[in-house]
Structure formats: C-alpha cells, structure tokens
C-alpha cells in the first residue's frame, strides 16, 4: 500500500462490507482515511481534525447524512462532500445538493467513477484555497509586512522580527480579508495539523497582532476573533 497522502477524507458509511471495499481502495490511492458509521459520529469528527472532503451516506443510524450534512454547513465548514445514496430520484438529488452537498452519486456505483470524483472534488477544493496570493509585502493602515524578510514596520515606525507560523498566518488573514477563516482551516494550513489543539493557540497569535499593529488593542481595528467559528482581517 502506498504511503502517499494525497488528502484526508472522512468516510461515513453504517453497512461495514462497503465501507471496508470503500477504505481500502480510497488508501490504495493514497488517501487518509478516517471512519464514522453515524451521523453524530461525523459530526464529531469534522469537530475535531481537518478533511479534505466527506463521503456522506444518507440512511445513517441516529442521524442520517442529509441532516449531518445541514449541520456541518451550518457550522460554516466548507469541506467539499459528496454523498453517496440508494435514493435515486431527481428530488432527491436536488435535496442533497440544496443541503449542501457538492456531489452525489448512487448506489450501486462504479468504483472508478467514484474514485475519479473525489479526485476531482479535493482537487478543485485545493484550487479555491489557492485562489488569492499575496506578493511579498503587504500594507494596512500604516502597517507593512515583508514576508520574505518575516519582518512587520509597524504604525509607529518600529520594525518587528516576526516568527515562521506569524507570518503563515498574516499572509493567510490577508488572502481571505473581510471574510472569516475557520480555526480548522488556519491550524490546517499553517501548523499542519489534522487532529487539532486548543483553540487558545491561535487566540494568542492574535492578541500579538493587535499588540503590534492596533492602535488601540482592546478595540481592534484589523483583526478579529468570532467566536466558535474562526478569525478575520478586515481591510474596508
């Protein structure tokens, strides 16, 4: 078996012969592959370690996979998913799509045609990530960071020597200005991640950003936690 990873993907699926067909061929292809067989299961899961996408199932024990699907897009985690399903009528289809599903096949289905649409789906996934870059300095306020130097001049005209992981996240903050990143997506890209720690760890990188390039810290300007879902960098 190869020890490739090309992604890391939860797979919900209660009937365990195709969930075990499923898990083996997806880690033949070089995938993480991390197991539920419910619903709550799955939403605990995406609580708690990073996925570059979910094959959902829909007849599921105690929650089925429409409502968990509902459920995590609630919670603001875009995490590509396609759903596998029995039910085969175009309203169906429709109500896992308007759920938020972003794919769905079903059963029963060709392997390979499976295996190339969640080829598909983290590939297009890994492209919207990568939709915006940031050259090698940018300014707010009168604030400027030169990331290949990791040095920040701050307002007042002092020059700060920033850490690695401080400049991963000021440069991803700046990419997804005015638009919330989810804590799972910065431990992910920036600590490298996929079972993740305590939230504090990113809290106190942003208190340091407010120290160094807010003007008044206690009521920030630029950077901003919400709470339970993620951080923002607003630049109006």
Aim: no cysteine; charged share 30%.
């Amino acid at each position: 078996m190869t020890t490739a990873n090309n992604g890391n993907i939860l797979l919900v699926e209660d009937e365990e012969n195709l969930h075990d067909t499923l898990k083996l061929n997806l880690e033949l292809e070089g995938y993480s592959v991390t197991s539920a067989y419910d619903g709550n299961k799955a939403l605990k899961a995406v609580e708690n370690e990073y996925f570059d996408l979910i094959i959902m199932d829909v007849m599921l024990p105690e929650l089925d996979g429409i409502s968990a699907t509902e459920r995590i897009r609630i919670q603001n985690i875009e995490t590509p998913i396609l759903i596998l399903s029995a039910k085969n009528t175009s309203l169906d289809k429709v109500t896992g799509l308007k759920k938020g599903a972003d794919d769905y096949l079903t059963k029963p289905f060709d392997l390979e045609e499976l295996l190339l649409r969640v080829y598909k789906l983290i590939e297009k996934n890994k492209k919207l990530q990568d939709r915006e870059t940031i050259s090698d300095s940018f300014s707010f306020g009168s604030n400027q960071i030169l990331f290949n130097a990791q040095q920040a001049i701050t307002w007042e005209g002092k020059t700060i020597e920033l850490s690695k992981k401080e400049t991963m996240l000021l440069k991803l903050l700046f990419e997804n200005r005015n638009e919330v990143v989810p804590r799972e997506k910065i431990l992910q890209v920036v600590w490298g991640y996929n079972v993740f720690p305590a939230t504090r760890t990113i809290d106190n990188f942003i208190l340091n950003f407010r120290k160094y390039f807010e003007k008044d810290s206690r009521n920030p300007t630029y950077f901003h936690s919400v709470r339970g879902v993620g951080y923002k960098f607003t630049d109006l």
